[in-house]
């Protein structure tokens, strides 16, 4: 009798055991369960705006595309309106935003034990109003929405798309304007930026009509870094005709414009490009000209005032293969009230920032308008210093970069690369510097300035090449070892004789070795490329090692007293060597100026290579890749737009052609194929004097892969090549 209340009590404890280990499990059931549910706790309706959801990891690097049944909206032509619709405003008086979808405010989803999963990426379209409408969704192509509307009111989030369809994009609400002072703030992560791009590459042209800013990101910086705009890029548009700069990145980090055409800011002090106190951002395969004090800029710290902390300016933004035109800013016409003026460039980069990178990026010059009212044009590329940054913190580097000025100019800049305004631990390789030989203003337009800087080991250059102009000019630096240039090559340099223009590096030849001079015509004599016109020169202005035609024993090599006697003539044979006429064609420069090469007789053991090399992209230090440069990326869109085969232009400098053109009719086809196999025989001098471009990949022989260069050529012509969209800079600090 005493066991059975025994054993009834252990059955009891059993069972109410199990009972709760029952409850437990539905605990946890009910909780796997909750992430379909919203704030009620019953399931939430499915929305069109969210793609059906992936396991993280496996998330798409693309976007979802549309859906292959949904019908094309036909873009609306300039200023044409649907019959009986009215435009409507960007913000109609006494209206509320648009009631977004239950969907879009989706918060990220709590999971027990772990950190919220991310909500998934969505997509919207946008086209023109009155196409678009802000109270679209604009989750698919057949109701798009307007770019205010995404921006303001859809709260873009990590990974999110906006596509915008063809067309022309002009009113207010068409702008791609984000401020964070307007409540809108953009930070996507490195595996989701958030998107903007043309849905077909250069059919999409926001149109600013000189009343507003077709492209401005802003962010805030009153909790820096916190408020900067981050992971967003833009692509494939083409924006123009701005009430003040076209296309602005202010306070962004880790920012890209890629494919970007853009043409004619206001007046003012007003630019086509800027990136204003940002850092770590990147413009890739983008091309601007027109009106504009610059075409592109890099300037500003980040935070205001002058921080003491470096990471706080402006830093690590990089230019990658862009195109420039400088072509007019009126000086009487368009300066502001109560600002001075000031000078015209391409590209202005370093102003109050550092460590700005510019690879394989173009710059040229059409001046366009009178004279008079023009201003004067500065350079093609300008350094313009960080005269406040901490340490004279500076740090720039231009590798694979071309600046040419040709034909006749009504103005013309003072120089084609200038580094000049405190310069420290600038790297400049493989830099081509182009002013045309035949125009009056050749001998009044400085090649290469560099300098003047107090600053030791201010610059390290290799392989620059210098056709035309003044050649290289600079002064006052200290000691010996203030240059580090090696692989010159100085050839068709000018000078009218006036004693107040020096001559090729500006009086300063230390540490200045293997320089190369071809074809160069003083008009006095005794003018020298690296003396002072009119001066005897001396070992003070004297390169370590000088090759010309006229020193094909070996090159000439500076005495050693010359570091100890810098004023000590180092003798005439130096003076004859830097003219450098040509005689003998097995010893004359190369006819690419894009593929300088050495002549083995001139070329001693140890020497650097002569000139630059412009063929293949480069990294980021400066070497070259494996992948082609030519044709231009953007060639065919800037061709489209304003007639340019920057391709064809830039190999016809100095009297070349492009690639495989034997010729010479602009394009590659069966008769330049003939040519190609009868150079496919040809001995190492035909290469040089004849059929330079047949062995096409460098490896010293004609074979199946030059041949595969040709075919390339052909099928390309004029058109460019297609470039992945990318991602921004790594931080690398200036290292």
Known sequence: MLLRPLARRCIEARLAGLVVLLGILGVLVGCAGSEEQGPTGLPEPASSLDPPPVEPGSEPSQPPAPPATDPPVTPPSPGAIPPGTTPPASDPPGTSPPESPEAETVSPVKIPGGPPRPAPPRVF??????????????????????????????????????????????????????????????????????????????????????AYAPIALEGGDQDFPNQMYQWVKIAGVNACNSSGTVVSLTLCQKCVLHRVCAWDASGYNQHVFQIYRGRDNLLSDCAGWGRGRKIFSVYGPVVGGQPADVEWWSHNNVLRRCWGRWESWARKVEIGPGWGGGHGETYSYNYDCWDTHLENCIATFDARGEPGELVTPFALFLHEGCSNCPGFRDEGKLYGCIGYVQGPQVVYPGSAFNLYSLASSQRIKNCLAYVDPEQKYSPFVVSFALGPTHLPRAFEAWRLTVCGGTGFGGDANIGCDSWAFAGLLVTNCRDDGDTDH???????????????????????????NFGTV??????????????????????????????????????????????????????????SLLRARANPALSPAGAEPMGAHIMWEVDEYGEDTAVPLWPWPMNQRIHDLIGVNVTREVFELGGGAIPFDYDGDADVDAADWTQFQQCRSASLFDLVTGCEWADHDEDGDVDAGDQLGFEQWQAWSTHGRLTPLPDPPADDYGD
């Open 502 to 528: 020096p001559s090729a590096l500006g009086r300063r030849g230390d540490n200045v070795r293997d320089v190369w001079f071809y074809d160069n015509y003083p008009r006095m004599n005794g003018w020298a």
């Open 125 to 210: 379209y946008a086209a023109p109003s009155p196409i678009g409408q802000a109270g679209n969704a604009g989750t698919s192509r057949d109701a798009p929405t307007t770019v205010e509307s995404f921006l303001k009111y859809r709260s873009p989030r990590p990974g999110d798309t906006l596509i915008l369809l063809d067309g022309l994009y002009q009113a207010p609400e068409d702008m791609i304007r984000a401020r964070f002072s307007e409540g809108v703030l953009l930070r996507g992560t490195p595996d989701k930026p958030i998107v903007i791009r043309a849905e077909n590459e250069g059919r999409v042209t926001i149109n600013g009509n000189r």
């Open 534 to 591: 009119g001066d005897p020169l001396t070992c003070f202005n004297t390169p370590d090692r000088i090759h010309s035609p006229r020193t094909a024993s070996g090159p000439l090599v500076k005495p050693q007293r010359c570091c100890i006697s810098p004023f000590d003539p180092p003798g005439p044979e130096f003076n004859q060597a830097q003219v450098g006429l040509g005689i003998d064609p097995a010893l004359r420069a190369p006819r």
